[in-house]
């Protein structure tokens, strides 16, 4: 008796152990079944994979001798995001997009398939590096740069980063999010871009109107405050000069069914596509706006959101006459180009935005650049602001657009435009 009870005990045991094994294997399977299958993708069946910037700058690669990235560390931050890991950790990046198809691996059925794959981006890992070390070390944000003319994206960068080569397990808030495509954010003041476009087509008298501003002023009995007064300002100087007090008084003018269609037909609202991966929708009220939620609404602000990299479309389009060509990242997409903005309406905001630089920010601030822009400093909420500077270089052999945001940044100007600055001065130096 005591002899089977010992048996017994044994066989539980061993089947307690068996259980315990097929246990963790299964749950090793789902958590590591990818690295599995693309070890033995590689090794089996020779799959590999390359990719460069648009100047042979390798930055990934990964082949039967292993997975590999940029050389220098610098890069690899710089590129981080829009890259992604060997692991997957940012879920977006261009390797977890181009991996899994080079895998096609089913974790059921464990298939994969071989292929050689060789992809070229149209970015320009050196721009990336002078954004990142823009941005700074102590600060989050991220630069976004493309070529308005043909679509290429010469630029994405996003911080903080981390190394990919050596995994950070208590990263800071924000590391695996790529901020130029896969967020929101109060637009401030830029926002003023699209609220001036329906005023252009919806506001018949807009360039006779005058404003007035002390510094505040109300609307439907809520104050809207600016930085400073800015006296009697028209149309072209209230942006210029940020007024929001005018600006409260356009977007009501516009109204809210007009400020509504506009965001929309802009692309504010919508998610984009970037070679695969999906952006990030922005927010605008739909519902019903009582005049001071209008008014808000309209200088950026209320439940504004948007996306960087919306609003580089949206500029790239300000930029080409209107038509917006679509941003691509991989070398060798077909450009789709689309008329987003009507020319006269997309041609009288370039020389606004030409304006805002000569009358305003003025051109020592952006030496030898034919800077277009307009900054923002938007009230996030909790105390601090987002600090935005966007616009596009008005010059034929540099034809870029550029989107520039530092959270918990100070001042549009001052703290994007001085990034935008650097970031542009390298791009246009090539
Ligand atoms: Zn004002």
Not at 102 to 119: L, N, P, R, V
Not at 259 to 265: A, H, L, S
Not at 305 to 322: D, E, H, T
Request: glycine share 10%.
């Amino acid at each position: 008796m005591k002899k089977l009870t010992a048996r017994a005990i044994s066989v539980l045991l061993i089947l307690a152990l068996v259980l315990f094994g097929t246990g963790v294997y299964t749950v090793r399977l789902f958590e590591k079944g990818n690295d599995w299958a693309l070890y033995f993708s590689r090794l089996n069946s020779g799959s590999s994979g390359v990719l460069h910037d648009r100047n042979g700058v390798l930055l990934a690669e990964f082949s039967r001798s292993g997975s590999f990235y940029a050389e220098d560390e610098l890069t690899r931050k710089a590129c981080f995001h829009i890259l992604g890991d060997y692991e997957g950790r940012t879920g977006s990046g261009l390797i977890s997009t181009f991996t899994e198809d080079i895998k096609d691996y089913s974790i059921f059925t464990g298939t994969t398939h071989s292929q050689d794959y060789e992809f070229t981006l149209t970015l320009d890992a050196y721009l990336n590096r002078v954004a990142y070390e823009s941005i700074g070390v102590d600060r989050e944000g991220c630069v976004l740069v493309c070529n308005y003319k043909t679509g290429e994206v010469l630029c994405m960068v996003s911080a903080p980063s981390t190394d990919p080569l050596y995994y950070d397990p208590d990263p800071p808030s924000g590391t695996y999010i790529n901020k130029c495509l896969g967020a929101a954010f109060v637009p401030g003041s830029v926002f003023k871009l699209v609220t001036s476009a329906a005023a252009i087509e919806t506001v018949g008298n807009i360039w006779d109107r005058k404003f007035f501003c002390e510094g505040e002023g109300e609307i439907a009995g809520v104050k809207i405050a600016c930085v400073d007064p800015h006296w009697t300002t028209d149309f072209r100087t209230a942006l210029s000069n940020s007024c929001n007090y005018a600006f409260a008084q356009i977007a009501v003018t516009v109204g809210q069914d007009n400020m509504k269609r506009y965001v929309k037909e802009f692309g504010f609202t919508d998610r984009h596509e970037l070679n695969g991966i999906t952006t990030a929708a922005g927010n605008f009220e739909t519902g019903y706006m009582g005049d001071p939620e209008l008014a808000w609404a309209g200088i950026g602000q209320w439940t504004d959101l948007i996306c960087p990299f919306s609003l580089l479309r949206y500029v790239s389009a300000i930029a080409n006459c209107g038509t917006l060509i679509e941003p691509y990242i991989i070398d060798g997409t077909e450009p789709k180009s689309v008329q987003l903005i009507k020319q006269s309406t997309a041609d009288t905001l370039k020389d606004m935005m030409r304006f805002n630089v000569t009358d305003h920010y003025t051109d020592e601030r952006f030496p030898g650049l034919h800077m277009c822009g307009k900054s923002g400093t938007a009230e996030v909420g909790d105390g601090t602001n987002n600090s935005w500077f966007t616009g596009f270089l008005d010059d034929e052999e540099h034809p870029y657009a550029f989107v520039v945001l530092i959270e918990k940044g100070g001042y549009g100007l001052a703290d994007a435009g001085a990034v935008a600055n650097s970031v542009m001065q390298a791009a246009a130096r090539k």
